[in-house]
Structure formats: structure tokens, C-alpha cells
Nanobody, 122 residues
Framework: VRLVESGGGLVEAGGSLSLSCAASGNFFSVVSMGWYRQAPGNQRELVAHIRSGGSTNYADSVKGRFTISRDDAKNMVYLQMNSLKPEDTAVYYC?????????????????WGQGTQVTVSS
């Protein structure tokens, strides 16, 4: 299973960016997808998460500014980031939990994308 991110880049504070992530490979279904970020010297943290039923959750720091959405037909997840702040600067990683058959068993596995840099200048 491969997760490929796109988007990101450099933007001024107050601006907007959009991230996309496509899941491909051999899996039965996508359980959930989300975005995490990691700034230098910090631990990786959850930004936003969306389950197959559409329920979402966000980090308090991005509520009201970021919106996560998904396209189940395309196995894609999106992150619309508005009103960006310098503290949003980080490498953003796509995350997915998928179900795969191993022999006759349907198990859940977790995968990560390679990360995309988001830099917000003040």
C-alpha cells in the first residue's frame, strides 16, 4: 500500500494551502485517513482525522482553520488549510488505516506517506 502526498509549499501567514493524499495498492478497504505533522524538535502530532463513516476530529490548534475531507471512490484524503500561522510550519504526513487480506484473514494495517513540507512565513 502506498500513500502519495501532494501540495504543500511556502505561504505567507494568513494564506491558504491544500494537501492531497492518494492511497493505492492491494487492500480491501480504507478504514480511516488522516494528517499528522512534525516540526523540527517536536514529536509527530495529529492534525486531523476522518473515518470511513465521515466522522472527523481535529487538533485544537487547527479547529476552525483546517478542513479534512475524503473521496472514498478515489481513496483520497484532502486537507484544506486556511488562515495559516508560522506555527503551522512542519512536515505533514498522510496516514491511512486499511484492511487487507492475509491468507483468509482480514486485518487492519497502518501506513504513512513520505511527508510534504509546509512552511508559513511571518
Amino acid at each position: 500500500v502506498r500513500l502519495v502526498e501532494s501540495g504543500g509549499g511556502l505561504v505567507e501567514a494568513g494564506g491558504s494551502l491544500s494537501l492531497s493524499c492518494a492511497a493505492s495498492g492491494n487492500f480491501f478497504s480504507v478504514v480511516s485517513m488522516g494528517w499528522y505533522r512534525q516540526a523540527p524538535g517536536n514529536q509527530r502530532e495529529l492534525v486531523a482525522h476522518i473515518r470511513s463513516g465521515g466522522s472527523t476530529n481535529y487538533a485544537d490548534s487547527v479547529k476552525g482553520r483546517f478542513t479534512i475531507s475524503r473521496d472514498d471512490a478515489k481513496n483520497m484524503v484532502y486537507l484544506q488549510m486556511n488562515s495559516l500561522k508560522p506555527e503551522d510550519t512542519a512536515v505533514y504526513y498522510c496516514n491511512a488505516h486499511v484492511k487487507r487480506f492475509v491468507a483468509t484473514y482480514l486485518n487492519e494495517y497502518e501506513y504513512w506517506g513520505q511527508g510534504t513540507q509546509v512552511t508559513v512565513s511571518s
